[in-house]
């Protein structure tokens, strides 16, 4: 059973003004003129219900509605009942501004893939809908009138119903948008509450803006409609009007053109570093230490206005965090410079976050960063986990399958520990926007982390630790370390905020 709870735009269908397609009060109409309007089956039943969910008689209920007065709509295909039942304030969802979404990979009723990713490189107008949504019904043309007169835009419609039901309504409502079916899930993670819901993306996928529903007089005039709708996106665009959403604000930035909030430590150059683990290298040749004057490794740069982090890569070592933090959502920008150096100039360009670092720097297998859990940052794996030293975690994880470097992460799977040799697990799936900036998010509340990649989910981990001495003891705070691993990255937007409880979205990955 779906439970579908709205408004229904205010006046657009109750209200005071005129009904959809009744031309009178909704109090006033006939179950045939009622059930027109709200689109239902013909082979369903409609129930009246109170406040409370007693039982009314049509009459009643028609009695103690008024104009403003909010519904509940309660379909249950199963038993073939439409409910219309009077809402306490309390019943209906409160509706947010959308601030991000769930990446996504779909194919459209025509069978076509669409992804996060296919969308990237222009603005995209997203719209939810479902099939017996009396607005949604109205919207179409206002809809396909925008798109016809604005190409510039990709377009996908997207509702819960299933396909069979959205074909029938592209067909009978002559929906010119793509359309993406059976998306209930997806919605659920993305906060979607209320049709017709509206978000619109940036060419880089961030999310502009939302809004829920047209007026009562777009809704009624397809030309007000066009001109209404194309003002929300022009002022969406412009930032105009826009509400931070709950994720919004808190933030505190980490990243100054002077790195202030930082140390930095420097091992061994590429060329040099090799011969370090082999036991080779000269007994003169020492790590170059914290906070080398003059140092080059880590420099920042403006990049279109931004403070960009630029890190050479030519020495192994890392920015590192003065403050030590615990319970946080970090997040960050990363994308690939051009150089590589020794001893992976045939490999794959490498980084990363540590977090919860603490310690003395060279503990190791690299003998250049301290104690601490990886966020990997590398070409088509970004958020894989290393353990460093003596760190341990557990995760899910499919068996490791043939070839493969090691087990991947996989919510599904039963938890394995993961500590030393067995110190390594894949990503969920390649997130990698390679040429792009890409959207990193680490998330960590008690023992327990997330890492996120534009916008997906790649991996969580729970009951971070580490070995002391004899016994295992939780790995829940400490420093964030950035890397330097013989290639050239750069970085920006870097910002952290303290949280009371992991988000809901993530805490059932640790059930």
């Not at 059973?1 to 009904?19: D, I, K, P, Q």
């Not at 004057?293 to 965090?321: D, I």
């Not at 051009?338 to 980084?351: F, G, M, N, T």
């Not at 003891?473 to 050239?488: N, R």
Request: proline share 6%; glycine share 8%.
């Amino acid at each position: 059973m779906a439970n579908l709870w709205r408004s229904l735009l205010a006046c657009a269908v109750f209200g005071g003004c005129a009904t959809a397609g009744a031309g009178g009060d909704f109090t006033s109409m006939s179950e045939a003129e009622m059930r027109a309007t709200l689109n239902v089956p013909a082979d369903m039943q409609v129930l009246y219900k109170d406040e409370s969910g007693a039982a009314l008689t049509r009459d009643e209920f028609m009695k103690r509605m008024h104009a403003g007065k909010s519904l509940a709509l309660i379909k249950d295909p199963a038993k073939h009942t439409f409910t219309l039942k009077l809402a306490n304030a309390g019943d209906m969802p409160e509706t947010k501004p959308i601030t991000s979404l769930p990446a996504f990979e779909f194919r459209n009723i025509a069978g076509t893939p669409v992804t996060s990713r296919s969308l990237a490189g222009k603005p995209t107008l997203l719209s939810f809908f479902f099939a017996e949504c009396a607005p949604c019904i109205a919207e179409v043309p206002i809809l396909n009138a925008f798109r016809l007169k604005h190409p510039e835009y990709n377009y996908l419609a997207l509702t819960f119903d299933p396909p069979d039901v959205a074909l029938a309504f592209i067909k009978q409502r002559k929906l010119e948008w793509p359309v993406v079916a059976d998306t209930l899930e997806w919605q659920k993670s993305a906060g979607i509450k209320t049709y017709p819901t509206y978000v619109l993306l940036s060419e880089k996928g961030a999310v502009l803006g939302s809004g829920s529903g047209l007026d009562s007089d777009a809704m009624k005039d397809p030309k007000i409609g066009l001109a209404s709708f194309e003002k929300w996106v022009a002022d969406t665009r412009a930032g105009k009007g826009a509400r931070p959403g709950p994720d919004d604000t808190g933030w505190t930035p980490l990243l100054d053109a002077s790195l202030s909030k930082f140390d930095v430590y420097l091992s061994y150059r590429g060329d040099q570093i090799m011969s370090v683990l082999k036991g080779t290298a000269p007994a003169t040749l020492k790590p170059v230490g914290l906070n080398p004057p003059q140092q080059t490794a880590f420099t920042t740069v403006k990049e279109g206005g931004a403070v960009t982090l630029r890190v050479s890569g030519e020495y192994y070592g890392c920015l590192v965090t003065k403050q030590s933090f615990r319970n946080y959502r970090f997040r960050a920008k990363v994308r690939w410079g051009d150089k590589k150096w020794e001893p992976r100039l045939k490999e794959l360009k490498d980084s990363g976050v540590l977090y919860h670092s603490r310690g003395e720097f060279g503990v190791d297998y690299w003998k250049s960063w301290a104690l601490s859990q990886e966020f990997q940052v590398i070409e088509h794996g970004l958020g894989e986990y290393w353990t460093q030293a003596t760190s341990a975690s557990d995760i899910r994880v499919a068996p490791k399958a043939a070839g493969a470097e090691a087990p991947r992460w996989d919510p599904d799977a039963p938890w394995m520990t993961f500590t030393a040799p067995n110190n390594h697990a894949l990503a969920g799936s390649d997130e990698d926007r390679v040429g792009q900036w890409n959207q990193l998010e680490l998330v960590c509340f008690g023992a327990d982390c997330v890492h996120v990649v534009n916008g997906k989910v790649v991996m969580a981990l729970r009951n971070s630790r580490y070995k002391s001495f004899d016994k295992y003891v939780p790995l829940d705070s400490g420093k964030l370390q950035f890397q330097s691993e013989a290639a050239e990255v750069f970085w920006r937007d870097l910002e952290i905020k303290p949280i009371a409880a992991m988000p809901a979205e993530y805490a059932g990955l640790f059930k």
